[in-house]
């Protein structure tokens, strides 16, 4: 079955540090991957889709099939990227999402 | 544009009870799916409705059931409720049903439901 994992509960950052937000997945098929973000009292949003290949707010996520890996990276956090941040995988055709417990990220001033 | 409304936003049933969770679809958009958000976890996808019909199920019981209307609006039926079905449950719209996760769901704020 797919799966996706998010290891790290809690993530702490110094504002002008870079962050990596990891993601890993089990999938044998042709996954696509996405980053969705909630910010304090938001709802769910999608940040970016790895089929996109695009830079939203400065993050960007590679797909690694080799690690099977999408981290989501940017180099120098801001105080307002602090959110929870959730990775998805939908499976090739599939119509459903699969998100991984998700990464909170705390930017310190 | 309005977004994805859910309602109620909260609400308290007793166990064994049943319970009825609305969605109003953002417009333009035929296709709402429904996640289960237990604390500490990600959203757990429960199914999909696109035309009305039933488009994909997750891993939950038949207890759990659906249902879309004419205006793309959906209802979230929880039959015999359990403490384990404490969640917040997400309603989420896009587009098309085949191409839904691509372009990104609109997710609403949510309804928790507190099973005691």
């Known amino acids: 079955a797919q799966r996706v994992t998010q290891p790290e509960k809690l993530l702490s950052v110094f504002k002008g540090a870079p962050v990596e937000l990891k993601c890993n997945y089990s999938?044998?098929?042709?996954?696509?991957l996405f980053w969705y973000v909630q910010y304090s009292r938001q709802r769910l949003q999608l940040l970016l889709r790895h089929i996109s290949r695009e830079s939203i707010k400065g993050f960007t996520a590679d797909l690694n099939k080799g690690e099977t890996s999408f981290h989501l990276k940017k180099p120098f956090a801001q105080e307002e990227d602090s959110a929870m941040y959730y990775c998805a995988l939908k499976m090739g055709g599939g119509n459903k999402l699969t998100f991984g417990t998700g990464t909170q990220l705390k930017v310190e001033l | 544009e309005t977004g994805v409304t859910q309602s109620p936003t909260h609400l308290i049933k007793t166990r064994g009870q049943q319970v009825t969770l609305r969605c109003s679809s953002q417009s333009g958009h035929n296709t709402v799916s429904w996640y289960q958000q237990a604390l500490g976890q990600g959203p757990q996808f429960i199914f999909q409705y696109y035309r009305e019909e039933e488009n994909g199920r997750g891993n939950f019981p038949p207890r759990f059931s659906g249902l879309q209307f004419p205006n793309y609006s959906s209802e979230l039926n929880v039959n015999a409720l359990e403490l384990d079905d404490s969640a917040l449950y997400l309603c989420a719209s896009s587009l098309r049903a085949g191409m839904a996760a691509n372009y990104g769901y609109t997710f609403g704020s949510g309804t928790r439901l507190t099973v005691v």
């Open positions: 999938y044998s098929g042709s996954p696509e």
